[in-house]
């Protein structure tokens, strides 16, 4: 039999860190939009769960998908191998780079060390919602315009970490920028293109007008 762990949530700057930190977060054992609380989530009222399968219901980029998981599997391994959600890349799995990242109740979080259970009754969002009708997002377009990218696995968390991070500090200098991207690193080191990318992003973005 397997506890169930919690990962504590902690507020404040990006660095790697509080990246760190703050990545998890810690499940509410509440209702689900449904307004029904789900098996995993009465079980681990409990204390225990597992080791087999349990029905676990996840709400991703707003769809509900009710899965049948070991407590064991990750938040990452659970949209890679069960749902076909492949945007978000497993690189290191040991929230050291930062490609899994994506969003929990708008919040980045390192998708290799939150538990698929642990997500349960918060909304997940993944780079494949930040396009809409073909169309893309500011922060995606502006990492194609100042080729912010290279081989691409890093891409996917860098996006959704930025689009984070633009979402609280809309007017951001070059120097907050480093260091609220400080929990996502890039093997080709293409960060001078994502800093370019961000000012330019925050001028597009409602409310942004960014600091050279």
Known sequence: MRKKRKLKSEAGALTRR?????????VSGGLLATGAVTTAQAAAQEGVVGPGPVPITLRI???VHRLSLEPRITLLDALRDHLNITGSKKVCDRATCGACTMLMDKKPVYACTVLAIEAEGHDITT???LTENGRLSPVMEAFWKNDAQQCGFCTPGFVMACTAFLEKNPNPTLEQIEKGLGGNLCRCGTYAGIRRAV???AKAMKGGQANG
């Not at 509080?18 to 810690?26: R, W």
């Open 18 to 26: 509080d990246f760190l930190k703050g990545a998890g977060v810690t």
């Open 61 to 63: 980029n707003g769809r």
């Open 127 to 129: 780079i494949e919602s």
């Open 199 to 201: 000012l330019e992003a």
